[in-house]
């Protein structure tokens, strides 16, 4: 079965499963993943879904669009590996990816 | 405003006649149906008939109304297409009101926008938060400690403004002893003016605002010339993107930081007396896992109050939504307070459940890259009250309201100028 692991602050970690097509932040509110708050739903229009990702899959990743690093602009804790997990649609390539959430929302 | 009234088409307000009204004489914008909370029936109708809904004639001229969830995060999500530049008549329906269409960062699009939220945000970062919530219980519990029991008092006055009050001198870092000044000049920034407001003309709001922006350039000077601090006016001081500011990006920008820092949090803390008050099977629900204050409640009253009824943008292309042609230069309102109400996206939308699930779910702070800044210091401040209040008056309906608000008259501030509250024993 396909997975990803989601690290929180705390460094604590919880695998769900993951499904072609869906996104990571559609896995994280299904699994009930606690530190994604996903506010607009999915539209890359709030930056609560924020996460970081880890190497080696953040270089596996589709570029960013120009939305989604705008919303990025918002986030508190901005970091080079950030990402909104509701742009990222899992697919077998990311099997066993790794994502951290941060301390909070904003 | 009496001068365009007379011009105006007298606004519906009777519930029954509604589905009555062609659709083109519709206009949800007139003062009239703000102050009698009578707007509810026009924008169910537009929701279900007509969900981009042009008006051709109204107090502010003709626009479009928005009025479903799905389209507005459309417009939010389209800055290019959807300014919000004051050049072209910033975020209000109000063309005439000289405070709106002062340069603020909130009237302006990417890049500069984003460019000078960045130098306000660290004040709302989980750190600082952090650090405020301590300063924030104890002024409430003060405030509340200070309430009288088993007497009619007027919750505005003593609760919502005074906390939200304290708060902006905080955030501000202003001198207590000339607090009462802030919320005076938050009121005048937002007001219509006309006979009976609280200026009766344009000439006399900037008047008075030119005292206001006397008063924080003081303020200024003491803080570009001191060690840079951790309040608004000197992150803004010692910053390179806003130090240079001219005078109207200085008083558009303290506007927009003090009607945001004050007016929302201010008739959230209202509007959610009213909901409890209204729906009395949730107060008990409260009452019995005070828990979902923080978990739901909190949203779901800044969703149910919506203390900002509308954003504006201006097209700046001609483009479609809804099946609408709009065009380049056309005024666009993005009704929050429809889009919080559409069943398509909110289940049941008309009731308050303190336990929604997915309450975060909702327009109030609007979405896109002008998403409010203090979305998480508004929760904040809510979510402490809410735990004081239940912390000493615990039983259902102990927080009694004792009669009707009165309410603010403007299609863009959605609050109360009083509510008679009694606590009973």
Redesign the interface.
């Known amino acids: 079965m396909s997975k990803i692991i989601f690290i929180a602050h705390d460094g604590s970690r919880r695998e769900v499963p993951g499904t072609d097509g869906e996104s990571l932040m559609e896995a994280a509110i299904g699994n009930r993943v606690p530190g994604i708050d996903a506010d607009c739903g999915g539209s890359c229009a709030c930056a609560t879904c924020h996460v970081t990702i880890l190497e080696p899959w953040q270089s596996k990743l589709t570029p960013m669009g120009k939305d989604e690093r705008a919303m990025l602009e918002a986030v508190s804790d901005p970091d080079p590996t950030s990402r909104l997990a509701c742009q990222i649609r899992f697919s077998a390539a990311l099997d066993g990816i790794e994502v951290r959430t941060p301390a909070s929302q904003h | 405003m009496s001068a365009v009234a007379a011009a105006a088409v007298a606004p519906v307000v009777s519930r029954d006649s509604v589905d009555a009204v062609p659709l083109a004489d519709i206009d949800v914008s007139h003062p009239d149906l703000w102050v009698n909370d009578s707007h509810w029936p026009l924008f169910a109708r537009l929701r279900r008939e007509d969900p981009v809904h042009y008006c051709a004639n109204s107090l502010f001229g003709p626009y479009w109304s928005v009025t479903k969830f799905k389209d507005i995060?459309n417009v939010?999500?389209h800055p290019e297409i959807y300014s919000s530049a004051f050049s072209h008549g910033g975020i209000t329906i109000f063309d005439t009101n000289k405070v709106a269409s002062l340069p603020m960062f909130i009237a302006m699009d990417?890049p500069i926008h984003?460019e000078k939220?960045?130098v306000v945000?660290p004040i709302?970062?989980?750190d600082n938060l952090a650090r405020m919530e301590a300063l924030i219980r104890s002024r409430t519990a003060a405030a509340l400690d200070q309430l009288p029991v088993g007497e009619t008092f007027d919750w505005v006055e003593r609760v919502s403004i005074n906390l939200t009050t304290q708060m902006l001198t905080t955030l501000f870092d202003f001198p207590f002893e000339d607090r009462d000044k802030l919320p005076f000049w938050s009121d005048l920034a937002t007001t219509i003016p006309g006979p009976g407001g609280i200026v009766e003309t344009e000439e006399e709001r900037m008047r008075l605002l030119g005292e206001c922006a006397q008063y924080f350039a003081r303020l200024w000077n003491e803080r570009v010339n001191a060690a840079p601090g951790n309040d608004l006016l000197s992150m803004m001081a010692h910053d390179p993107r806003t130090r240079s500011m001219t005078p109207e990006e200085f008083l558009g920008n303290l506007m927009l930081l003090i009607v945001g820092g004050n007016d929302t949090t201010r008739n959230s803390m209202t509007g959610g007396v009213i909901a409890l008050h209204e729906h009395p099977a949730e107060y008990a629900k409260l009452c019995a896992d005070p828990s979902i204050i923080g978990t739901s409640m909190i949203s779901e009253i800044i969703r149910w109050q919506t203390p900002l009824a509308h954003m504006r943008r201006t097209a700046v292309a001609d483009t479609v939504l809804g099946g609408k042609q709009i065009k380049a230069g056309d005024k666009v309102i993005m009704w929050y307070v429809s889009g919080n109400r559409d069943p398509e996206a909110i289940d049941q939308p008309d009731r308050f459940l303190a336990d929604r699930p997915r309450a975060?779910?909702h327009l109030s702070?609007g979405?896109?890259?002008h998403?409010c800044?203090g979305?998480?210091l508004a929760e904040l401040q809510l979510k402490i009250l809410w735990e004081e209040l239940l912390a000493r008056w615990p039983r259902p309906g102990q927080i009694e309201v004792m009669g009707a608000p009165r309410r603010v008259p403007s299609p863009f501030v959605k609050g109360y100028e009083s509510l008679p509250v009694r606590i009973n024993r």
């Open positions: 995060m939010e999500t990417p984003d939220r960045k945000q709302v970062a989980p975060r779910q702070f979405f896109g890259v998403r800044v979305n998480r």
